[in-house]
Each structure stands twice: as C-alpha cells, then as structure tokens.
C-alpha cells in the first residue's frame, strides 16, 4: 500500500497570506494525486486532481504541484473561508486507497 | 441537482448490524464505481469499500473485511453499505462517494452529506 505524508499537520496564517502544504507518497505515483478541501462539519470536496488539475469552481488562488513522490498545495492570497483540513490522496493503482493525514488550516 | 444522500446512521450496540443507503441523483449513477469513506470523531479519512460499476467486484479495508457488504442496486440508483459485528472502532461518519470512473480509479468528486454511526454500549 502507498503510504502518505504531509506537513505541516497544522498550520495558522492570516488572510492574504500564501500557505504551502506538502504531501510526500511512499512511491512513485507520477501525477496521481488528488487534493481534498474538508471545512468544519462538512463532507469533503475534491480540489485538485492529477496533482494541478483544478477542478470546475475551485478558486484559482488553489494550485498544486509536483511529480513523483513529493507534491505541493498552495493556497495564494488566503480567505477566511479557507479555513479547512486538507487532505492528500494517491489516485493510481488497485484498492486498498489511503489518504494523507491531512493538515488543518486556520485562519488568524 | 447532482447529489448523494446518505441515510440509515444510528446507534448501536456492539456486535450489532445496521445497513447504510446512499441515493444518487443527478447523473449515470449506473457508470460510476462507488465507495464508501469514514471519518471517526476527530480523525482523518479511511477509505472503507468500492464497487465497480457492474457490481460484480468489491474491495475491503482490511478493518472490515468480513463484517461489511458493498452492494448497489443500479435500477433503485441507490448504494448500501451493510454493517455487521460492529466495533466501537467503526464509530463514525460514513460518506458515500462517487468515483470518476467505472471501476478502479479513487478520485472522488462527489460526496455524501455523511451518516454518522455510533456503537456504543
């Protein structure tokens, strides 16, 4: 099974701040990666796919990046309701699937 | 509107079974391989189950494996998740999620509002 990092597990800044979260995979997942947005109470929301594929409606402050085993989400210019957990997830291969640990976002 | 609603979450007892549903609407709910993911109380993602689009393949957490049954029912447009020996560990909330394809590709662009599973005694 793929293993996934990612840090910092938290993180506070203030809005209009960039913020970058990384994600590391135990193996080389070329361009499978995904990026889930959780706000407080609510259901996940996919943001990104294929490590930089924005989804329709995402904001285009979101970006990500990255190859391989090491990936990057960058939230430029951050909004108060930018406040979230975010999670990373390997996209290739058979089942079983994991996701990232996930790291918690809060807006000063 | 394109959507999941879960339903069926409640409290139960330990080694008890409880049957979750997920209604789809909005797309070819019969085109898409579906899963299930839970969240415990203050915890990260767990991916739980998938079924291909047919219903004729399954996968398990190994956490599960043996006690839930992934099934769909194409024609109701409607997925289940059928809990049985449960765990205090298996205390959660429960999304039904769509996959962007037939069968094994987990990205997962539509979600459930959630159900929330307790087991406790």
């Known amino acids: 099974d793929i293993q996934m990092t990612q840090s910092p597990s938290f993180v506070s800044a203030s809005v209009g701040d960039r913020v970058i979260i990384t994600c590391r995979a135990s193996?080389?997942?070329?361009?499978?990666l995904a990026w889930y947005q959780q706000r407080p109470g609510k259901a996940p929301k996919l943001l990104i796919s294929g490590a930089s594929t924005l989804q329709v409606g995402v904001p285009s402050r979101f970006s990500g990046s990255g190859f391989g085993t090491e990936f990057t989400l960058t939230i430029s210019s951050l909004q108060p309701e930018d406040s979230s957990t975010y999670y990373c997830?390997?996209?290739?291969?058979?089942?079983?699937?994991?996701f990232g640990p996930g790291t918690k976002l809060l807006i000063k | 509107d394109v959507q999941l609603v879960e339903s069926g979450g409640d409290l139960v007892r330990p080694g008890g079974s409880l049957r979750l549903s997920c209604e789809a609407s909005g797309f070819v709910f019969s085109s898409y391989a579906m899963n299930w993911v839970r969240q415990a109380p203050g915890k990260g993602l767990e991916w739980v189950a998938v079924?291909?689009?047919?219903?004729?393949?399954?996968y398990y957490a190994d956490s599960v494996k043996g006690r839930f049954t992934i099934s769909r029912d194409n024609s109701k447009k409607t997925l289940y998740l059928q809990m049985n020996n449960l765990r205090a560990e298996d205390t959660a909330v429960y999304y039904c999620t769509k996959a962007r394809a037939f069968a094994w590709l987990p990205i997962f662009d539509l979600w459930g509002q959630g159900a929330l599973v307790t087991v406790s005694s």
């Open positions: 193996q080389d997942i070329s361009s499978w």
């Open positions: 079924i291909n689009d047919s219903a004729d393949r399954t």
């Open positions: 997830q390997p996209t290739n291969g058979f089942p079983p699937y994991t």
